[in-house]
Structures are given as structure tokens and as C-alpha cells.
């Protein structure tokens, strides 16, 4: 999520709107096999009131986190050998109760690996903010949000994962299906009651919403448990966007569709100007803007992350000022 989407009167430039259409299709569409290991469970739910059921795993590289030796709670036994291995075992979707606190500290612990955690009166201003100065960005940015999230319906996706769900400015697009169940996470527990207020608006019950303090490298779901991934302006600022990329296809069910917007470094194409400036701006980016970066190539990651096919638009935005261009469009699974 970005600080700096709203014009800045010294900052920021007026870019003209275009856009152009790009395919990528990726042969190696072969799944991740992942290690059943021992449990830890999710920080924070809500409205869980289904039976408690542990599931699967996620992966994670060795250098991490230092090695879990607790007995896994579910009553497996499956260790590894190594010097350090952790893994994390979640409850089907819908979001279930965990069984121990012990184990909400261990995924706390997860969580402050990659999103090292903010003074709250940096969270809360900094989700106030994006609740009340974004509205001019999601004006433009909704003719192509538009676009690719009617897919949804399409597909019939009722089970769907918002990664990096911030104040929820995505639900209006299809909270209003009443067959809809929806996760959200965001490592910033400040954006859950803005993000609750935008279900509650959208038409979407609030029992079939669920937000957990979470990250997207490390996503508290099973293995093809979600029928639809979406991310709009989250792989800017997770800290591995590959691992990120590999855990939304671990969670989307075969035939599921990754819906995404995000934006990316200026190609040298673009002006050397733009260019220049995010180099100059993205320290001061990522210190106000909770980690985002202005100078990742998200799209090519995007395309080579191992989806079946993947439909790629780019779009500049003017409300965007040099947070220019954007990508967005949809990845099969």
C-alpha cells in the first residue's frame, strides 16, 4: 500500500493515460511439494465459529527463522533435520479458532520476520491515512479494476483471499455477491476495522469476513483452498516478493485466477526523468510508506512466478503522480 498515490504539489507530474496489452504464458506450471511439519498456528481471527481442523503447510527458505522443536498439536510428528526449518500449518478456510497461545506467538513471530512491527501511532496514522487520502487514486484506478474484477463472477469465486487487504477499498468490487466468503490480511492490525467498515458497505456479511494479522510470505491457509487471490499495491512493499508469488499459488485451488495491481519502475523507455526520480525518491518511499518500494520490476516476477498463463496490462495513472506505470490483470493458476 502506498503513501504517496494522492498528487504532490512539489513531487508530483501530471502523466497522460495510455495503456497497451502484453500475454505471458509460462510452460512450468508444476506445484511446490511442501513438508508437513510441526504446528504453529495464526495470530488473530474473528468470526470463527466452525470446528477447529489443521491442514497443510507452507514452506519456508532455511535462513528465516531459527528451528521449531515443539510436539505439533494437531498430533503429528513430522520433523526435520537441520539447522534451521520452520514451517506453518493453518486450519481450512473459512479461518478457525487456534487451539493454543503458544502457537499464536510462534506466528507472531513469523509476522515480525518479514514485517518488522511499527510504533501503533505509526499504524493507526498510517491506515487513517490511506482511509482518507486515496480517494482521487482509486477514482482513475477503478475503470481497471473494473475490468479484471468481474472475472470473479465469471468464475464463480466464492472463496477469496485478499492479501495486503489495507482498508479495503477492493470489497466494493465484489462484496456484494451473497455467496462470498472473504480473508483478508494486512500486517498492519489498524487497517481491520476500516477494512470491516468497507465490508459492512459493500454488502458483505460480516460473517463472511474474516482479517487476520498476517503476511503475504508466509499466507495462514491450507493448499488449494481459495478460489481467487487479489493484491492490488501489496508486492511493493512485502520484503520477498518471489515467496510471496509462491505462496499465492500454493493456496489457489487448481483453475483459480490471481487478480492483481500493481505498480512498477519506469522502463528507461518511459523517460529517463521518472526513472530517475523513483531511484532518488525510494529510500524516503519506503521509510513513509510502511516499506514500499518504488523500483521493482513486479510484473516480470509476476510472469515468471510459475502461473499457467498470465494477462498483463500496464496503465499510467495521473492521479499516481511518479508512482508510475502501473500493471494489472489477471494470473490462471
Known amino acids: 500500500m502506498n503513501l504517496l498515490n494522492s498528487p504532490n504539489p512539489i513531487l508530483g507530474t501530471t502523466v497522460s ?17 511442501y513438508i508437513h511439519n510441526s504446528c504453529i498456528m495464526m495470530h488473530k481471527r474473528v468470526n470463527s465459529e466452525a470446528p477447529n481442523k489443521l491442514s497443510t503447510t ?3 527458505d532455511e535462513h528465516l527463522l531459527e528451528p521449531i522443536t515443539k510436539p505439533c498439536l494437531c498430533g503429528r510428528r513430522h520433523f526435520i533435520e537441520g539447522a534451521a526449518t520452520a514451517t506453518l500449518t493453518t486450519t481450512q478456510f473459512p479461518i478457525q479458532p487456534a487451539t493454543a497461545t503458544n502457537s499464536d506467538s510462534d506466528y507472531t513471530a513469523l509476522v515480525n520476520k518479514f514485517h518488522p512491527p511499527k510504533p501503533d501511532w505509526y499504524q493507526k496514522f498510517y491506515a487513517w491515512v490511506l482511509s482518507s487520502f486515496t480517494k482521487s487514486y482509486e477514482a482513475e484506478v477503478a475503470r481497471y479494476k473494473s475490468q479484471i474484477f468481474s472475472n470473479l463472477k465469471e468464475k464463480k469465486a466464492n472463496k477469496i483471499l485478499e492479501i495486503g487487504i489495507g482498508t479495503g477499498p477492493n470489497l466494493s468490487y465484489y462484496g456484494s455477491n451473497p455467496d462470498v466468503q472473504v480473508v483478508g490480511i494486512d500486517p498492519n492490525p489498524e487497517m481491520e476495522k476500516y477494512a470491516r467498515s468497507s465490508a459492512a458497505s459493500a454488502g458483505l456479511p460480516l460473517s463472511n469476513f474474516e482479517f487476520i494479522h498476517a503476511v503475504g510470505e508466509v499466507i495462514p491457509l491450507s493448499d488449494n483452498s481459495v478460489d481467487a487471490v487479489v493484491g492490488t499495491l501489496v508486492l511493493c512493499s512485502v520484503k520477498d516478493v518471489d515467496m510471496t508469488l509462491k505462496e499465492v499459488r500454493r493456496v489457489l485451488r487448481p483453475g483459480g485466477v490471481y487478480l492483481f495491481v500493481e ?11 521518472l526513472r530517475l526520480l523513483q531511484r532518488i525518491l525510494d529510500p524516503l518511499q519506503q521509510t513513509l510508506a510502511d516499506g514500499c518500494h518504488l523500483s ?3 510484473g516480470d516476477s509476476i510472469t515468471r512466478a510459475g502461473f499457467s498463463s498470465v494477462e498483463l496490462d500496464i496503465a499510467f495513472l495521473s492521479n499516481a503522480s511518479f508512482i508510475n506505470p502501473h500493471v494489472y490483470g489477471i494470473a490462471y493458476q
Open 296 to 298: 521493482r520490476d513486479t
Open 263 to 273: 505498480h512498477v519502475a519506469a522502463k528507461d523507455t518511459d523517460g529517463t526523468f
Open 17 to 33: 493515460l495510455h495503456s497497451f496489452k502484453l500475454k505471458a504464458i509460462n510452460k512450468d506450471n508444476h506445484k511446490h511439494n
Open 58 to 60: 507452507t514452506e519456508l
